[in-house]
């Protein structure tokens, strides 16, 4: 059974998703095409690079998250280094950490930019907040006159991860074409979380797959949603950069009680993530396996009960 997978933004938590691959790979799910924001494009991309749940649970246990939290001394300088950074740097920690693990991950399986993978196989959401725009990566790089087979995966992933204030922005720098009649300064744009814009893009697939009015040739999308199950945790606001902090928190944890209609409800798999926050990189071991088995239990019960629409009829 051939599906399209779109996999939410959430954090850490996204540690969930790979258990619930692993539940709909058993179920006899093939991922012909994936999609992912945030934490979901670290999945989507380990699936196009031809990792399965089963490895990708033995990558998540040889992990330690905390080694994305990586900073210069200075800026570990109780109460005043972490302000400075964001000063200066506009973000708690720099993502390059993050990016360096996925790159090696992606480079095991030979693949390094997207002219490595199928065209069409794998797209990130980021969000271009010079423009105030979505990005569908590879695709929309050619406004900037950018190659889409030419970049790297692992850029990619970073720009979709880069929650605002705690990781940096990435910068990207347009050519050719986009860049004539602009300044220097004006040849860049940040790019930051996709969760900003579209958290869950189960849109996606519905209007870019090629064959999906054609008679015989539907693909059905499957999301993969992380759902709270807790109260919202509440934020202290002792100033602004607190309160920027907050503001961000707010923003990209609400998609994860938002109404979804139920024409795409029932194709999502709905995973519980266990009061677990999207910035908790010091995650103990066992709860991360709890994440872990949490998404293999809903991708257990999703495959268990669901469908695909029948092929239209032919006449």
Same mark, same amino acid.
């Given at each position: ?43 989507? /991309? ?5 990792? #399965? ?40 920690? /720099? ?27 794998? /797209?990130?959401?980021? /969000? #271009? ?17 950018? *190659? ?10 970073? +720009? *979709? ?52 009015? *054609? ?10 949603? +992380? ?19 907050? +503001?961000?928190?707010?923003?990209? *944890? ?62």
């Amino acid at each position: 059974m051939e599906i399209n997978a779109v996999f939410e933004g959430g954090g850490v938590k996204g540690i969930s998703l790979a258990g619930a691959v692993q539940a709909s790979e058993q179920a006899g799910a093939v991922f012909k095409r994936m999609a992912g924001t945030s934490s979901g494009s670290i999945i989507a /991309s380990l699936l196009a690079a031809g990792y #399965d749940g089963e490895a990708m649970s033995r990558i998540i246990q040889a992990t330690v998250f905390t080694s994305f939290l990586k900073r210069g001394f200075l800026y570990n300088t109780a109460y005043v280094g972490p302000a400075l950074r964001v000063l200066i740097k506009k973000g708690l920690y /720099s993502g390059e950490a993050l990016e360096s693990w996925i790159r090696g991950i992606l480079k095991e399986k030979g693949i390094v930019t997207f002219g490595d993978l199928p065209r069409g196989k794998l /797209s990130i959401i980021a /969000s #271009d907040i010079t423009n105030g725009r979505l990005v569908v990566l590879p695709d929309d790089l050619k406004q900037y006159g950018i *190659s889409p087979d030419s970049f790297e995966v692992a850029k990619a992933v970073r +720009m *979709s991860c880069s929650i605002p204030y705690f990781f940096d922005p990435v910068m990207l720098r347009m050519s050719n074409e986009a860049a004539k009649g602009k300044s220097f300064a004006e040849q860049f744009v940040y790019m930051v979380d996709g969760g900003l814009l579209s958290n869950f893009p189960l849109w996606l697939f519905d209007e870019k797959e090629e064959g999906f009015k *054609s008679p015989g040739r539907r693909i059905p999308t499957v999301g993969y949603q +992380m759902i709270g199950k807790t109260q919202p945790q509440p934020h202290r606001i002792t100033g602004p950069f607190s309160m920027l902090q907050a +503001m961000v928190g707010t923003m990209l *944890s609400a998609h994860d009680e938002r109404y979804i209609e139920t024409e795409k409800f029932i194709r999502t798999v709905k995973i519980p993530t266990l009061g677990i926050s999207m910035t908790e990189f010091n995650l103990a071991p066992e709860r991360s396996d709890e994440l872990y088995t949490a998404g293999y239990k809903a991708g257990e019960a999703f495959f268990k009960n669901w469908r695909p629409l029948p092929k239209p009829t032919i006449f």
